[in-house]
């Protein structure tokens, strides 16, 4: 982990705090004492930000880049919990519970961070009010952000759940490509299926056929939406 000066194309610390869902409705004063405590720091794509069982020292919020959220399981294989982007806290709930981190969160490419040490943190809350309640309403509407996210990807039919997860990956990290979304992000057929809660034999059959009928293309660094409008139907059904 390097600690880095802040560059132009990077958000200074004040602004990072009004793009953030938990931070974004706190008053200016309220701001100015979090940007206080608050660190700035760069990773690197594979760096580990924190890892499943260590202590829950830091609340990361994400300003530049992606990073995913993975847990091991028994089979010694990680699971993708979720992948969160710009705006997006991670480990906030490890941190507030004062629990060990339950999962691994790795830089999937070039990240910036803002970083608050979780005693510097609580230190602020307890001694001005007024950021606890801006505080509470930035986690109530990232909890139904949140729901929603669960909900978009939990219901339906399997080829639908999938279908929603490339459109929420396309809203997120999207380049346009003529009439074409490029995702670039590379997900295994069984990292897509965890995501999901499918088989990987499922998995591949619907990529498959989607690749056959020209909605979806897979490429070495991610996916091609060839068709977002029959994406689209597919996940509504």
């Known amino acids: 982990m390097i600690e880095v000066i802040l560059m132009p194309r990077t958000p200074s610390i004040d602004d990072a705090l009004r793009r953030t869902t938990i931070f974004r409705r706190l008053s200016g004063d309220d701001r100015q004492r979090v940007a206080a405590v608050a660190r700035v720091r760069e990773f690197e794509k594979g760096q580990t930000l924190f890892a499943e069982g260590e202590p829950s020292d830091l609340l990361y919020t994400i300003v530049i880049g992606r990073v995913k959220v993975s847990k091991a399981t028994v089979r010694g294989t990680d699971v993708i919990l979720d992948i969160f982007g710009p705006g997006d ?26 970083i608050l040490p979780k005693q510097a943190f609580f230190g602020l809350l307890e001694g001005y009010p007024t950021l606890v309640r801006g505080l509470l309403l930035g986690l109530t509407h990232r909890l139904v952000e949140l729901t929603n996210r669960l909900a978009e990807l939990s219901g339906g ?20 490509r003529g009439s074409e979304v490029v995702i670039p992000l590379a ?18 059959r619907i990529m498959s056929r989607w690749g056959k009928d020209q909605i979806l293309r897979t490429e070495k660094d991610g996916f091609v939406i060839v068709d977002r409008g029959a994406l689209d139907a597919i996940a509504m059904g």
């Open 89 to 114: 806290p991670v480990g906030a709930v490890a941190v507030y519970e004062a629990r060990p981190y339950p999962a691994t969160a790795t830089a999937l490419e070039s990240t910036t961070c803002l």
């Open 157 to 176: 039919r399997v080829e639908a759940r999938i279908a929603r997860l490339l459109l929420k990956l396309a809203d997120q990290m999207g380049q346009t």
């Open 187 to 204: 997900l295994s057929r069984q990292e897509i299926a965890d995501m999901v809660g499918t088989t990987i034999e499922t998995s591949i």
